[in-house]
Antibody, heavy 123, light 110 residues
Framework: QLQLQESGPGLVKPSETLSLTCTVSGVSIRSSTYYWGWIRQPPGKGLEWIGIIYDSGNTYYNPSLKSRVTMSVDTSKNQFSLKLTSVTAADTAVFYC????????????????WGQGTLVTVS | SYELIQPPSVSVSPGQTARITCSGDALPKRGGYWYQQKPGQAPVLVIYKDTERPSGIPERFSGSSAGTTVTLTISGVQAEDEADYYCQSADTSGSYSYVVFGGGTKLTVL
């Protein structure tokens, strides 16, 4: 069974860089079945897609966050990571990593497996 | 960018049928997907490709599509179905490919 687990600091200072890692188990991160991505959810609010990484380095980012987001993959550790720069209080959220099912084309993409989420507070 | 519109809330009594809609101009050309999120938990996929139900999801959950609207139907609602529900689609615009969520609908079981 594919499982994902987020890790990283729970508190980040304004203007600094938020860094999170997602450890994948049950499948190789090299798998062509999935894209690997991040989603966030501010307290009491809805889900916001941040972006994905796949094939060891290709990325799609949310256009609204693109200037501040970088994702990377460490195949030796079966992990992928998120960096979000210049954070403000508005970036306080629960961050989820998720395995996106690729399907045959982009229309088929959906989030099949999710991590449990980690709260990051900017203060 | 592309938007998906959901009603903020839906309320039903136990045993009744709940219908949650999601509207978006590109939905006829894109798949519609639904997630259930209970408080303090990660979302769970309940419907994919408009109408398909993943293994382990109760049969009372179903999906449909008509024009620019996809609908999640929960037949014979149970107290445990009280949760937030999000629709999702994926779109491409120019050089951007991205995933978009609806704003979410809170289902209250009276």
């Amino acid at each position: 069974q594919l499982q994902l687990q987020e890790s990283g600091p729970g508190l980040v200072k304004p203007s600094e860089t938020l860094s999170l890692t997602c450890t994948v188990s049950g499948v190789s991160i090299r798998s062509s079945t999935y894209y690997w991505g991040w989603i966030r959810q501010p307290p009491g609010k809805g889900l916001e897609w941040i972006g994905i990484i796949y094939d060891s380095g290709n990325t799609y980012y949310n256009p609204s966050l693109k200037s501040r987001v970088t994702m990377s993959v460490d195949t030796s550790k079966n992990q992928f990571s998120l960096k979000l720069t210049s954070v403000t209080a508005a970036d306080t959220a629960v961050f989820y990593c998720a395995a996106h099912w690729r399907g045959g084309n982009w229309n088929d993409v959906h989030l099949k497996y999710w991590g449990q989420g980690t709260l990051v507070t900017v203060s | 960018s592309y938007e998906l519109i959901q009603p903020p809330s839906v309320s039903v009594s136990p045993g009744q049928t709940a219908r949650i809609t999601c509207s978006g101009d590109a939905l006829p050309k894109r798949g519609g997907y639904w997630y259930q999120q209970k408080p303090g938990q990660a979302p769970v996929l309940v419907i994919y490709k408009d109408t398909e139900r993943p293994s382990g999801i109760p049969e009372r959950f179903s999906g449909s599509s008509a024009g620019t609207t996809v609908t999640l139907t929960i037949s014979g609602v149970q107290a445990e179905d009280e949760a937030d529900y999000y629709c999702q689609s994926a779109d491409t615009s120019g050089s951007y490919s991205y995933v978009v969520f609806g704003g979410g609908t809170k289902l209250t079981v009276l």
